[in-house]
Nanobody, 119 residues
Framework: DVQLQASGGGLVQAGGSLRLSCKAS????????IGWFRQAPGMEREGVSY????????YHADSVKGRFTISSDNAKKTVYLQMNSLKPDDTADYYC????????????WGQGTLVTVSS
């Protein structure tokens, strides 16, 4: 089955860190870029970070730049999001999604993993 499995969410105090993982299966990891998105209650979904190892692209939204780092382990078909200096505003459901190179849409979505940052 084509699948993205997100994990690593939890409850953390402001200033703390978490590492999210997104494991891919059932499709060619090498042919896809992987993005992390988040959605807080009552808010629109927001793009957080994106990585495309084959294209040498790495992107972080301004809201997380300098605090979050996206990386990938191609052998494990896993993308990580290291989140440091977490703020209460980072509280959201975090989703990973895959976009096949040459296409604009993210077509494969994982389930969310909840990150809660307490003040």
């Amino acid at each position: 089955d084509v699948q993205l499995q997100a994990s690593g969410g939890g409850l953390v105090q402001a200033g703390g860190s978490l590492r999210l993982s997104c494991k891919a299966s059932g499709f060619s990891f090498a042919d896809h870029g992987i993005g992390w998105f988040r959605q807080a209650p009552g808010m629109e979904r927001e793009g957080v970070s994106y990585i495309s190892p084959s294209e040498g692209i790495r992107y972080h939204a301004d809201s997380v730049k300098g605090r979050f780092t996206i990386s990938s382990d191609n052998a494990k078909k896993t993308v990580y999001l290291q989140m440091n200096s977490l703020k209460p505003d980072d509280t959201a459901d975090y989703y990973c999604a895959a976009r096949r190179y040459g296409r604009s849409r993210f077509e494969i979505w994982g389930q969310g993993t909840l990150v809660t940052v307490s003040s």
